[in-house]
Nanobody, 129 residues
């Protein structure tokens, strides 16, 4: 059984930074061989993709709303995926979820939550103005 455990969520002032971590464990799963992503969901809104890492070249991609401020990365030795968030804005407030076990073609399909098999429990990020 594969487990994803997020950590690092907190309450910060606008302009601040946070680093989220997603530790993956179980069933021989390795982040070095499977694509991962971070999604977020604010109250009353749909879950949206924020950052992606994977595909044949393990490239990264971002939602337009976070491009230039967020960075997704991974440490294969620690089987952990990170999301560095800088210049945070109040509209970044949400529960952030780590996703793994992507299935599909690494194009626009990576933005669809249904294409990820494994999910963490979420970590709360609150940004105040």
């Amino acid at each position: 059984q594969v487990q994803l455990v997020e950590s690092g969520g907190d309450s910060v002032q606008a302009g601040g930074s946070l680093r989220l971590s997603c530790l993956v464990s179980g069933s021989g799963y390795s982040v070095s061989s499977r694509s991962s992503a971070w999604f977020r969901q604010a109250p009353g809104k749909e879950r949206e993709g924020v950052a992606y890492i994977g595909g044949p070249a393990f490239s990264t991609d971002y939602a337009d709303s976070v491009k230039g401020r967020f960075t997704i990365s991974q440490d294969n030795a620690k089987n952990t995926v990170y999301l560095q968030m800088n210049s945070l804005k109040p509209e970044d407030s949400a529960t952030y979820y780590c996703a793994g076990g992507f299935s599909g073609v690494w194009d626009d399909q990576r933005r669809r939550s249904a294409n990820y098999e494994y999910w963490g429990q979420g970590t709360q990020v609150t940004v105040s103005s």
